[in-house]
């Protein structure tokens, strides 16, 4: 398995930038005309969090989101397999750049909340240049590709934790020392703790206190950050953004935070909403006596 997963990526790698969008087209049509459960939980997710548009506006969205979704694949194959400096010179601009280097001068560490959004992977290129990074990731059940994901993330210079207690420690170590901390603001946390539920698209949705958490290591500086496409004729480029969060993060109250922790992800969502990833169902485990979003009918 970890040779098939190996020359997967390998095959990916050569597949040139502006000919993947058009494999990524290709395969979102398969996906929604297959009705795979990608298209079913992006359909649902569309629908619940837009329903002012009409059905043939929420099924451009679903498509174009599953376009976004597809392109992660050959994304992450560059950023296992092309050069460092290459891969630089993908990125288009950097907006609010004067606000991660102000908060990294402080010294305090800097903790940074990256949706789903976009080719958030490859912020790691950027940031690992400069910046001692440390972020955790969810094993996947391929060892194989955990194996891949890990490998692929620490030679763009993260150190990557488990979800697990021990890796929690580590991310804080990180903090400690001053490092910069990337936080994936928007999965939704273990139904038995470690989350409250507060709107996001004025829907309810369980929200994750891990960043409230690690904001009481010490004094660090909280941003937002996200990685746009910039799809052109001549293949990807990406936009990077640094952006404070809104008001009310820094509450005491678990309530306020989640409440300003999901507006500002959601202000980044509505700058390209196809970009985000609508295929993970972000609305579940809202208790016994809510009903299940996406159980089949």
Not at 188 to 211: C, K, S
Not at 248 to 265: F, H, K, P, W
Request: with cysteine; aromatic share 10%.
């Amino acid at each position: 398995m970890k040779f098939f997963i190996a020359s997967l990526f390998r095959l990916l790698n050569l597949i040139p930038d502006r000919w993947a969008v058009h494999v990524a087209k290709g395969l979102s049509t398969l996906l929604t005309r297959f009705k795979t459960d990608m298209a079913r939980v992006s359909r649902i997710n569309i629908a619940h969090c837009f329903p002012d548009l009409d059905q043939g506006s929420q099924d451009e969205q679903v498509r174009a989101s599953l376009t976004h979704a597809s392109l992660l694949l050959f994304e992450f194959a560059y950023l296992q397999y092309r050069p460092i400096d290459k891969l630089l010179e993908k990125i288009s601009g950097v907006e609010g750049e004067h606000r991660l280097q102000r908060a990294w001068r402080q010294g305090n560490g800097v903790i940074l909340l990256m949706p789903h959004f976009g080719c958030w992977e490859f912020l790691s290129i950027y940031l690992g240049r400069a910046y001692p990074i440390s972020a955790l990731y969810d094993p996947p059940n391929m060892a194989a590709l955990e194996e891949s994901i890990v490998n692929t993330r620490q030679r763009q210079g993260a150190n990557m934790y488990p979800t697990t207690a021990s890796g929690l420690r580590g991310l804080m170590r990180g903090l400690k020392s001053g490092g910069l901390v990337v936080v994936l603001p928007d999965q939704v946390p273990a139904a038995n703790g470690g989350g409250v539920i507060a709107p996001f698209f004025g829907r309810d949705a369980l929200t994750m206190l891990l960043g409230k958490r690690l904001m009481n290591v010490g004094h660090p500086t909280v941003l937002m950050a996200a990685a746009w496409r910039e799809i052109g004729e001549d293949g990807i480029r990406y936009r990077l953004s640094f952006e404070d969060p809104a008001e009310g993060l820094a509450s005491d109250d678990e309530q306020i935070y989640a409440a300003a922790l999901n507006a500002s992800i959601e202000k980044i969502v509505r700058r390209d909403p196809a970009q985000y990833q609508w295929s993970y169902k972000r609305f579940r485990r809202l208790g016994k006596d809510r009903p299940d979003l996406y159980r089949r009918q």
